[in-house]
């Protein structure tokens, strides 16, 4: 089969098209034949090394397909079924091994490339507004990158739960974006924190989700009200250094978290709950997935330069 291969972490250019052996998937594992390829921005800190990884891999993911095998053991999931998955290296290739405990069965509703699209980023977006911070009716709530993958569905899972959207984006057609999501306010990153004081008659939000990280973790803090929530869920601009905790009492008794959605599907329950739900929404309309790119898989490289050069919106696809 073809896949991308990393020997060598680093640059776009690490990712390597090429030719290998299939997988062999074990006695607790579904072989799948990928049908769509999620891209995450964690796709490139595996691809840098910033989370070093044994060489080499296949990077990816994400994914979604059709069952092509399945183990001895695997009582749930049957040649044919069409599934998704997250959280499982080894989705940039046309065939991919996920274990059992992993498969998420699609709905009739919802076509592979959409599961592909939303898996990863709408768990993340779920768990962001349903469980770090359970956002009520009427609550502020600042999300950072607001037109980008996590940004859009999360926008619209806070909306769904009856808070308020402010949002920040880099450029004119992201607002755009951003506001059709139902962003109520939306802004540019440069002074934010005293645009968000503004938006909220001095008082700041209940909650920042920031994955920006390095460039924006300062003026997060800064936007919080008393007590307010910083949840810090990536770094796309870079890594934010140590934090003095006395730093969150001057700013309010704050809370800060660093949470990542491994620990929020940690039971095969859990996970299953949360898809049902987002892919649910998926399939009824509620909530809309924006594909904004799709790329020959051959063509990895280009997408992780668009994604880290900031020129995407929503979600970015790879097809074998
Ligand atoms: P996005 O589609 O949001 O792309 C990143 C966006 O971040 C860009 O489009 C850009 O939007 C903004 N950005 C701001 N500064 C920079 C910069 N210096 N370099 C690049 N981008 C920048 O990506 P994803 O939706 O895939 O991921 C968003 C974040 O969520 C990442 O940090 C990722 O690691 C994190 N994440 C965390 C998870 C978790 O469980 N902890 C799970 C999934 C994702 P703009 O131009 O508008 O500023």
């Given at each position: 089969?073809?896949a991308?291969?990393v ?8 990712l390597?098209?090429t ?8 006695p607790d594992?579904?072989?799948v034949d990928v ?5 995450n921005f964690?796709d ?7 989370y070093?990884?044994?060489t ?5 993911s994400e994914?979604a397909g059709t069952?092509?095998a ?5 009582t ?6 069409r599934?998704g998955?997250?959280?499982v ?5 046309q065939k ?10 699609l ?5 592979p ?7 990863l ?17 009427g ?6 990158a607001?037109a ?9 899972m806070?909306?769904?739960r009856?808070g308020?959207v ?12 951003a ?5 109520d306010?939306?802004i ?5 924190a005293?645009?968000?004081?503004e ?8 909650v ?6 390095k460039?924006?973790f300062d ?9 307010g ?15 003095d905790?006395?730093?969150?009492n001057?700013?309010?008794?704050l809370?800060l978290?660093?949470p990542t ?6 039971t095969?329950?859990?996970?299953l709950?949360?898809?049902?739900e987002v892919l ?10 924006h594909?904004?790119?799709r790329y020959?898989l ?5 997408a992780?330069?668009?994604?880290e ?11 074998p």
């Amino acid at each position: 089969m073809h896949a991308i291969v990393v020997t060598t972490p680093g640059g776009s250019s690490a990712l390597e098209y090429t030719e290998v052996p299939d997988p062999v998937p074990g006695p607790d594992d579904v072989l799948v034949d990928v049908q769509a390829i999620g891209v995450n921005f964690i796709d490139v800190y595996h691809r840098e090394g910033r989370y070093p990884l044994p060489t080499p891999f296949v990077p990816g993911s994400e994914g979604a397909g059709t069952v092509a095998a399945v183990g001895a053991n695997v009582t749930d999931v049957a040649v044919g079924d069409r599934v998704g998955w997250q959280g499982v290296l080894g989705g940039y290739a046309q065939k991919a091994v996920v274990p059992a405990a992993k498969v998420i069965p699609l709905p009739d509703e919802v076509s592979p490339e959409l599961a592909a699209a939303v898996l990863l980023q709408g768990l993340t977006a779920h768990y962001l507004s349903h469980s770090t911070y359970a956002v009520n009716t009427g609550d502020d709530t600042l999300v950072h990158a607001a037109a980008g993958g996590v940004g859009l569905l999360l926008t619209q899972m806070v909306k769904l739960r009856g808070g308020r959207v402010i949002g920040t984006v880099s450029t004119e057609e992201k607002e755009k974006l951003a506001r059709d999501a139902g962003a109520d306010d939306v802004i540019r990153y440069e002074g934010f924190a005293g645009a968000v004081r503004e938006l909220t008659d001095g008082r700041g939000v209940h909650v920042v989700y920031d994955g920006v990280g390095k460039a924006t973790f300062d003026d997060s803090l800064a936007s919080l009200r008393v007590r307010g929530m910083m949840a810090l869920y990536g770094a796309a601009s870079g890594a934010v250094p140590p934090v003095d905790p006395q730093r969150l009492n001057q700013g309010g008794s704050l809370f800060l978290t660093r949470p990542t959605l491994a620990h929020y599907t940690v039971t095969r329950e859990e996970l299953l709950a949360r898809a049902g739900e987002v892919l649910g929404w998926v399939g009824s309309g509620a909530l809309k997935v924006h594909i904004s790119g799709r790329y020959p898989l051959a063509e990895a490289k280009r997408a992780h330069d668009d994604l880290e050069g900031r020129r995407t919106t929503g979600k970015l696809l790879l097809i074998p």
